[in-house]
């Protein structure tokens, strides 16, 4: 069974621009969780998808959004990027509620 | 909401040694607890988790232990190895739609 993937690994980005990240949950798995990973900060929620809905949303602002498509596939998008924006983005994908996170590799994003 | 502290941020061993990582809770409803393994280059990856209804779960080396009255649990290494290095997350959930909220993680050193 392919774990989650999650697209692309590396990205710098200028600031003022917007990006769009990628995860792939494992097959079967309905809820996929977006988390901001930084240094001094930890795991930071950002929001969750089940379902295509969003069901959960962290203390993130307007700038950071996302969507989940009918085959679970998930993206996150974040406009305006700020320097403080730098950080490993991770996706975790679970089967149902309240059992183990499948985390993917992340994706580190770097604005300069 | 959930407030999970964990400590130490950082915890350097010798190679044989124990190391123990204490998290504690503030929901007392939170009844699933994982801890994450993250490994530069390798994702995080669910090692042990323990559920409210049980006190200690052992895993070969790791072991976790719950005091749900004190609302704190901990994971414990024995004879640790240099592989054993790595960021260790926990993590508090309490089921139903809820997300997990993850400590600020521990970057473990084990020591050859």
């Known amino acids: 069974k392919a774990g989650v993937t999650q697209t692309p690994r590396y990205l710098i980005k200028t600031r003022g621009q917007q990006v769009t990240l990628s995860c792939s949950p494992i097959s079967g798995h309905r809820s996929v969780s977006w988390y901001q990973q930084t240094p001094g900060q930890g795991l930071q929620f950002l929001f969750e998808?089940?379902?295509?809905?969003?069901?959960n949303k962290g203390n993130f602002p307007g700038r950071f959004s996302g969507r989940q498509f009918s085959n679970s596939r998930s993206e996150m998008n974040v406009s305006t990027l700020e320097l403080g924006d730098s950080a490993l983005y991770l996706c975790?994908?679970?089967?149902?509620?309240?059992?183990?996170?499948?985390f993917g590799q992340g994706t580190r994003l770097t604005v300069v | 909401g959930e407030n999970v502290e964990q400590h130490p941020s950082t915890l350097s061993v010798q190679e044989g040694d124990s190391a123990v990582i204490k998290c504690t809770y503030s929901?007392?409803?939170?009844?699933?607890f994982p801890w994450y393994k993250q490994e530069l280059g390798k994702g995080s990856q669910l090692i042990i988790d323990i559920r409210s209804n049980v006190g200690e779960k052992k895993d070969q080396r790791i072991a976790v232990t719950l005091n749900k009255t004190a609302k704190h649990f901990s994971l414990h290494i024995t004879e640790t190895q240099p592989e054993d290095s790595a960021v260790y997350f926990c993590?508090?959930?309490?089921?139903?739609?809820?997300?997990?909220?993850f400590g600020r993680g521990t970057s473990l050193i084990v020591h050859p």
């Open positions: 998808y089940f379902s295509e809905t969003q069901r």
């Open positions: 993590a508090a959930s309490k089921g139903g739609s809820y997300i997990p909220t």
């Open positions: 929901d007392s409803a939170s009844n699933y």
């Open positions: 975790a994908s679970s089967p149902t509620d309240n059992t183990e996170a499948f």
